[in-house]
């Protein structure tokens, strides 16, 4: 069975840093890209960034960029999301996404962690 | 970056009513696009993609239509278990985008 177990969702003072993970099972990891979504209290789901099956395609979205990092390691079938400089805005549930092989969109999802920026 | 809107925000429907949700990209998508289903306190759950492919184990009374930048999510006969917030979301450009969402909610 195909699951997704995303950790490391925490409460973080504004300007801070946190690290997100998320760790899959039951496919085959590299073959698939990955997505961070999240969706703040009470609002829509925001795209916030992917990465390809090899990690050589990486996109965020604009409110996040030049904050954020994701990466993968194959070799332990994880995905991380590096986040420095935190702002309240910042606040929400995030959630992993696995793509259907090589497209964008996610057929599988993790229950998400939450995440809160306040001081 | 491609904005998505979805009409209408809110949809109060009953059971039994054939329900449609649009979703307007603003500039060329062709096909890339994707509708999810989210229940309170749930992930969202994948349920088409690439506009009128209906994903597997998804009951087929859910279709989708629609190409470039107008898409519609059409619910044939509505469900009890159908009630919930529907998203659609473009993986055509490099920053993939949401619409704001559509909640069904029970009239």
């Known amino acids: 069975e195909v699951h997704l177990l995303e950790s490391g969702g925490d409460l973080v003072q504004p300007g801070g840093s946190l690290r997100l993970s998320c760790t899959a099972s039951g496919f085959t990891f590299s073959s698939h890209t990955m997505t961070w979504v999240r969706q703040a209290p009470g609002k829509g789901l925001e795209w916030v960034s992917a990465i390809s099956g090899g990690g050589d395609y990486i996109s965020y979205a604009d409110s996040v960029k030049g904050r954020f990092t994701i990466s993968r390691d194959n070799s332990k079938n994880t995905i991380s999301l590096q986040m420095n400089n935190l702002r309240d805005e910042d606040t929400a549930v995030y959630f992993c996404?696995?793509?259907?092989?090589?497209?964008?969109?996610?057929?599988?999802w993790g229950e998400g962690t939450p995440v809160t920026v306040s001081s | 970056d491609i904005q998505m809107t979805q009409s209408p925000s809110t949809l109060s429907a009953s059971a039994g009513d054939r329900v449609t949700i649009t979703c307007r990209a603003s500039?060329?998508?062709?096909?890339?696009l994707a509708w999810y289903q989210q229940k309170p306190g749930n992930a969202p759950k994948l349920l088409i993609y690439q506009a009128s492919i209906l994903e597997s184990g998804v009951p087929s009374r859910f279709s989708g239509s629609g190409s470039g930048t107008e898409f519609t999510l059409t619910i044939s006969s509505l469900q009890p278990d159908d009630f919930a917030i529907y998203h659609c979301q473009q993986y055509s450009s490099y920053t993939r985008t949401f619409g704001q969402g559509t909640k069904v909610e029970i009239k």
């Open positions: 996404g696995k793509g259907q092989l090589s497209n964008f969109y996610m057929d599988v």
């Open positions: 500039q060329n998508i062709n096909s890339w």
